[in-house]
């Protein structure tokens, strides 16, 4: 039997997403029946709207012909389930109270079926005390959520706000329409990402080459299948994955700091994976001004060693997460060096790879083997995005 979706497009520069969201239900046989809010109508077409979703584009509370073909109570319940994209603060707010002013927000006070609301919003907007209190109202009334995502926006700020990306919202509605639970939904994950860097002086560093595709990818791929990830990330060029919480930082102190506090908090983790290219050794002392040269020579720099987050989260105790997953990055004896880290650090896994291989280090793709005390399974070359999904999949079965 086909699903069928009702879906609101609301009043955002977002609103474009819902376009791309249509044809991805419409690409599985999900049926799509838009209903065009004003607001909506400034930035997509009933024209495009209706030749993605192959059906009627329904937008006048007060449409005589509508009504008569179909009334807005009838719309309301026409579908499996109601989606909202993007979900403004306006919208979500009118929604919370009960208003009824036009066809979107009536259509969603005489449903009796479920919804899901896709925020999207300035980040202060969605900070702000009376869209949180709007927001806790909706859950409590049995409304569902999907995002927002941290990134940049179309006001040029940057953090909480962004509209989740469309394959993300299409999995939450499959999850919802099919009933599926995600493998690791319900679970709990941090995974570090990217170099760190460590002052010299107020412009020179000591960093790596990491570029943080493989963490943001694995960050990304457990969120996908259901995870509550944060990620602590070193300085990258990548924005947050759809999903996924961000922490930014730069040390290498900072980033156990930060660490720690994501395992401190709540219940216990179910999944650490450390990914970040760590610098081991720091200055004892940063300069505070730019060193400048002198017919004295380069300066002298003290190197000290900086704190073990892996080992550090793996000797956790009560606060351990279940898995700890570590990586090596290797350039000669790679299954060798990184058997001896497992046993070293304590963790469950370590995810080894040979980074003088064209493309590894800093690149697009990767080769990794995973390694327990008990097997080693090898993944092949690809792009670092699909070795990310498979060792989510593999974290997934681990923990099923």
């Not at 993300?168 to 994950?189: E, H, N, Q, Y």
Request: aromatic share 4%; with cysteine.
């Amino acid at each position: 039997m086909v699903k069928r979706v009702l879906l609101i497009v609301g009043g955002g520069v977002a609103a474009y997403k819902a376009l791309e969201l249509t044809r991805l239900l419409r690409k599985a046989n999900i049926a799509v029946r838009p209903i065009l809010t004003h607001g909506g109508s400034q930035f997509v077409t009933a024209l495009s709207l209706s030749s993605l979703a192959e059906d009627k584009v329904y937008s006048e509370l007060f449409d005589l012909t509508d009504e008569a073909e179909m009334g807005h109570i009838e719309l309301s319940r026409s579908a499996d389930l109601v989606v909202v994209v993007p979900a403004t603060a306006h919208l979500i707010a009118r929604a919370a109270h009960g208003l009824a002013d036009d066809l979107a927000t009536t259509t969603l006070l005489a449903t009796d079926k479920p919804v899901l609301m896709a925020p999207a919003m300035n980040v202060r907007m969605w900070q702000h005390p009376a869209t949180r209190r709007n927001i806790a109202q909706l859950k409590a009334d049995g409304v569902a959520f999907v995002g927002p995502d941290d990134g940049a926006m179309a006001c040029g700020e940057f953090g909480p706000g962004r509209l989740a990306e469309p394959p993300v919202i299409f999995d939450a509605i499959m999850a919802l329409l099919t009933g599926a639970k995600k493998p690791l939904s319900g679970k709990r994950a941090v995974v570090t990402a990217g170099p760190t860097v460590e002052p010299i002086d107020p412009v020179r560093v000591i960093t790596n080459r990491s570029s943080g595709r493989q963490g943001y990818g694995i960050a990304a791929a457990l969120a996908r299948l259901g995870a509550q990830v944060t990620l602590v990330s070193g300085p990258t060029a990548l924005p947050a994955p759809p999903g996924v919480t961000r922490v930014d930082v730069e040390t290498t102190e900072q980033m156990l700091a930060a660490t720690l506090e994501v395992v401190n908090a709540g219940a216990p983790l179910d999944i650490g994976v450390f990914v970040a290219a760590v610098a081991d050794w720091r200055p004892d002392e940063a300069f505070a001004v730019k060193l400048k040269k002198t017919h004295a020579g380069p300066p002298t720099i003290t190197l000290v060693e900086n704190p073990d987050i892996l080992a550090t989260v793996a000797a956790a105790n009560r606060r351990r997460p279940k898995l700890v997953v570590g990586f090596a990055a290797e350039t000669n004896d790679v299954e060798k060096h990184a058997r001896a880290k497992l046993a070293r650090k304590g963790c469950d896994w370590i995810i080894a790879n040979d980074v003088t291989e064209p493309g590894v280090m800093g690149g697009d793709s990767n080769a990794v083997l995973v390694i327990s005390a008990k097997s080693v399974e090898r993944i092949e070359r690809a792009g670092k995005d699909e070795v990310s999904a498979q060792i989510a999949e593999k974290i997934a079965h681990a923990l099923a």
